[in-house]
């Protein structure tokens, strides 16, 4: 196996501009200026001590800012945030830039993001939005409509702002904060006015890097996880690499953790470019798991799939969730807390690690009503009496000729009568009963347990170890499933669910 695919990987993290600090710093007591700075630069500490390479940090959401001044964007009113926010103001620390100037002493570079149309409830109370009426996005209530030039010419405003007043190494544009720019009929038609603000946003950075006399200043982009969301949102993504806009690409989901992005989309776009591609970790398994977090074992799953199709890193998101337990002991997750859990990224930048360890690949449903993008990503099996038969794909980038490796496929049947059975392929081929396992679940699964789900048979699969034609291949897996009852004829619906696969490692 070649050299490149043994490198370390880049690690960008994304912060959303409060929580990677609130959560340490919203219940201490009152601290001073001093003590302020230093808890700033102790967060960026502890992301060098794991490799992270590249710091996004949020400073611009529902043209706002949390910078302490802008001449642009409204620097009332953030949020839930305000006070601690107000206070680092009074203190005379300027938080974006004791991040930055303690991230440059690392050597790591400091991003600012703008979330380009982020949505979160108290977006109708923004100035921007309640003083123009005819730029509102009408069909998402708090969003703005980039199809008009006052709301572009005002994004690039405070992209010139921010790189005239901090010497950033560059910006992100977050598209998936919340995915329209665009109404829904005019998206694609409208994505020539965003590649055309790209453009000026990267004439802009080229222009404060020859002021500055440093190299190429980096704008990325935040961008759903397949090629198709993006043209129906207008994100010409392809354009944006060809006429070498964009320096990185984030694939990522609205919340969760896609195993089954296909990267290498991504990727043939940048072949032959500089422009790298850094599909997101997100801790939140899928929706409805309320207490459900991923585990080292799950993201070195994901790692695992996003090298082998070519990715050059990745990009945590929203990764506070881990210790979100310091702000609120109710709130979702548990596990390691801050810093510890930052530790994880440090295996999961270095490929050889992470295929040194077990991977548990979950394929649970991340959006079951519709995902934020609009579109319809509950992928599950539904059998019912007049269709018993249904499909799955689940992407596993494993070499299961390996006898070093051996896996097991689970899944459960929700609905499913006593009576029944099912017949399984993989691959187009029937799983003998010898490898099934059945076990009911007659009390069904607690919100405590993960997803609240309704009483359930789980079944698993064992799959020999060094299999010469093991039943998975390496890449995109189909599990398909057919529901039988001979003393009579099925009735109501069979939902597979929770489908996952274990791969454990010897030595």
């Not at 390479?53 to 009332?76: E, W």
């Not at 398909?480 to 490692?505: K, N």
């Amino acid at each position: 196996m070649g050299s490149e695919r043994d490198e370390k990987r880049h690690v960008l993290i994304n912060w959303d501009g409060t929580s990677v600090e609130q959560d340490m710093f919203i219940h201490r007591v009152a601290m001073d200026a001093d003590g302020m700075r230093r808890l700033l630069e102790d967060v960026v500490d502890e992301h060098a001590r794991v490799g992270v390479d590249t710091y996004s940090h949020v400073v611009f959401a529902q043209f706002r800012t949390n910078l302490p001044s802008s001449n642009v964007a409204q620097t009332t009113k953030w949020g839930w945030t305000d006070d601690w926010l107000q206070k680092l103001n009074e203190a005379g620390v300027d938080r974006a830039r004791v991040l930055m100037d303690h991230c440059r002493h690392h050597g790591i570079a400091f991003l600012a993001c703008l979330r380009m149309n982020d949505r979160h409830g108290h977006s109708v109370e923004a100035d921007f939005w309640l003083e123009h009426p005819q730029w509102r996005l009408e069909e998402f209530r708090g969003g703005l409509d980039y199809k008009h030039e006052g709301v572009r010419e005002t994004l690039l405003a405070f992209v010139e702002e921010i790189l005239n007043s901090y010497d950033v190494d560059g910006i992100e544009f977050d598209y998936m904060r919340w995915c329209h720019v665009f109404s829904r009929a005019e998206a694609e038609q409208n994505a020539p006015l965003l590649t055309e603000m790209t453009a000026r946003a990267r004439r802009l950075l080229d222009d404060a890097a020859a002021r500055r006399g440093v190299g190429r200043l980096r704008l990325g982009v935040r961008v759903p996880q397949t090629m198709e969301e993006c043209r129906a949102l207008g994100f010409d993504v392809a354009a944006w690499v060809k006429e070498g806009l964009i320096d990185y690409i984030v694939p990522s989901d609205f919340f969760h953790t896609d195993i089954n992005t296909r990267v290498e989309d991504f990727v043939a776009l940048t072949e032959g470019t500089a422009c790298h591609v850094y599909p997101a970790i997100h801790p939140l398994i899928g929706r409805g798991n309320k207490r459900g977090l991923m585990k080292l074992i799950n993201y070195r799953a994901a790692a695992n799939n996003f090298y082998a199709r070519g990715a050059q890193g990745i990009s945590p998101y929203n990764y506070m969730y881990t210790w979100d337990k310091r702000r609120s002991p109710g709130y979702v997750g548990a596990g390691l807390l801050w810093p510890a859990a930052l530790g994880y990224l440090r295996e999961l930048a270095d490929p050889a690690q992470v295929r040194q360890r077990d991977r548990h690949y979950l394929f649970h449903t991340m959006w079951d009503q519709g995902a934020p993008t609009g579109f319809d990503k509950d992928e599950r099996i539904h059998l019912t009496a007049t269709e018993p038969a249904g499909t799955q794909t689940f992407r596993v980038c494993e070499d299961l000729t390996d006898p070093k490796l051996r896996a097991v496929v689970q899944f459960k049947a929700i609905g499913l009568h006593e009576s029944e059975t099912l017949h399984i392929r993989l691959n187009g081929r029937a799983v003998a009963a010898r490898q099934i396992t059945r076990v009911a679940d007659p009390d069904g699964q607690t919100e405590y347990e993960g997803r609240k789900l309704d009483p359930f048979h789980l079944y698993l699969i064992d799959l020999p170890r060094g299999d010469d034609d093991p039943m998975l291949i390496d890449g995109d897996n189909e599990l398909a499933v057919t529901r039988h009852r001979a003393d009579s004829p099925a009735e109501g619906t069979v939902t597979i669910d929770e489908l996952e696969v274990y791969v454990y490692v010897s030595s």
